[in-house]
């Protein structure tokens, strides 16, 4: 069994700082790609940030320059550091990591039950 837990989310004022955390944890043997995804009420999920195992990163262009994803493996965490938070930022922040559980090559894919994240203007 593999757990995905976010912490960090908020309530912050327009120009602030949060940084959200994903720990994995459980039956884990490696882990791939971590990333991180919002959903805003009335909108579809959208990928934020992704980060691979090797430390190569993609963002969404509406949070580049903004926005920092990193992990530490030694934790099995990823963290998202956003900066310069707009209103529209506001959502419901998940994470995802693609898991191998054992030796063989299958990985699957586990989700975070969320952290709100909410810019005031």
């Known amino acids: 069994q593999v757990q995905l837990v976010e912490s960090g989310g908020g309530l912050v004022q327009a120009g602030g700082s949060l940084r959200l955390s994903c720990a994995a944890s459980?039956?884990?043997?490696?882990?791939?790609?971590m990333a991180w995804y919002r959903q805003a009420p009335g909108k579809q999920r959208e990928l934020v940030a992704g980060i691979a195992n090797g430390g190569n990163t993609n963002y969404a262009d509406s949070v580049k320059g903004r926005f920092t994803i990193s992990r530490d493996d030694a934790k099995k965490t990823v963290y998202l550091q956003m900066n310069s938070l707009k209103p529209e930022d506001t959502a419901v922040y998940y994470c995802k990591a693609v898991i191998r559980t054992d030796v063989s090559t299958r990985q699957y894919q586990y989700w975070g039950q969320g952290t709100q994240v909410t810019v005031s203007s």
């Open positions: 459980g039956s884990i043997f490696s882990i791939n790609t």
